[in-house]
């Protein structure tokens, strides 16, 4: 346990009782800031950090998080958002911000493809001409994802340009 302020002064101030008092309050005062200093490092880390402080960790890294979810799941998206984000429009991308948010792999589908050709206009692009993405979640029966929020974050998560269309199919 660290020394109080008061045994830390020199022998002739601790004979001061009015100066003691003092530094005993200031000591009381200032023990949550020490507490905190202590253990910062905790508050860095999504998966340590206190409730009400990952919110604003989340913040940090601009990720919106859902009041509806378990505080696991946000401790989850705000610890992997910087790796999420070196994903950023592609499909695993997508995939794994979907699964994060419904707890279920979803099947994806996208309009594009690509070819080459050594000559200028050769082979027609394979695909579609209007970028378009397909998410389709089949969710239990029971379940509780709001299709809004979902093609909030497909389309957060895929490409500006590229169309986005959502589907819930209610199986299992």
Same mark, same amino acid.
């Given at each position: 346990m660290p020394l109080a302020t008061r045994e830390r002064l020199p022998g002739v101030l601790q004979e001061d009782a009015f100066l003691v008092e003092l530094v005993e309050a200031l000591d009381t005062v200032f023990a949550p800031v020490h507490l905190v200093l202590d253990c910062l490092d905790a508050y860095f880390d999504p998966r340590l950090a206190p409730q009400d402080f990952l919110e604003w960790l989340a913040n940090w890294v601009a990720v919106t998080l859902d009041e509806t979810w378990s505080e696991e799941r946000k401790r989850e998206l705000v610890?992997?958002? *910087?790796?999420?984000?070196? %994903?950023?429009? %592609?499909?695993?991308?997508?995939?794994?911000?979907?699964? *994060?948010?419904?707890?279920?792999?979803?099947?994806?589908?996208?309009?594009?493809?690509?070819?080459?050709?050594? %000559?200028?206009?050769?082979?027609?692009?394979p695909g579609s001409p209007c970028p378009s993405l397909s998410v389709k979640l089949d969710v239990p029966a029971d379940s509780h994802v709001n299709v809004e929020r979902l093609t909030g974050i497909a389309k957060a998560a895929a490409p500006a340009h590229v169309a986005v269309k959502v589907e819930l199919v209610a199986g299992r």
């Open positions: 610890r992997r958002a *910087i790796p999420l984000y070196r %994903t950023r429009g %592609t499909l695993n991308g997508l995939r794994e911000q979907v699964r *994060i948010y419904a707890g279920i792999d979803p099947e994806l589908s996208d309009s594009g493809g690509v070819s080459y050709s050594s %000559t200028h206009g050769g082979a027609e692009l």
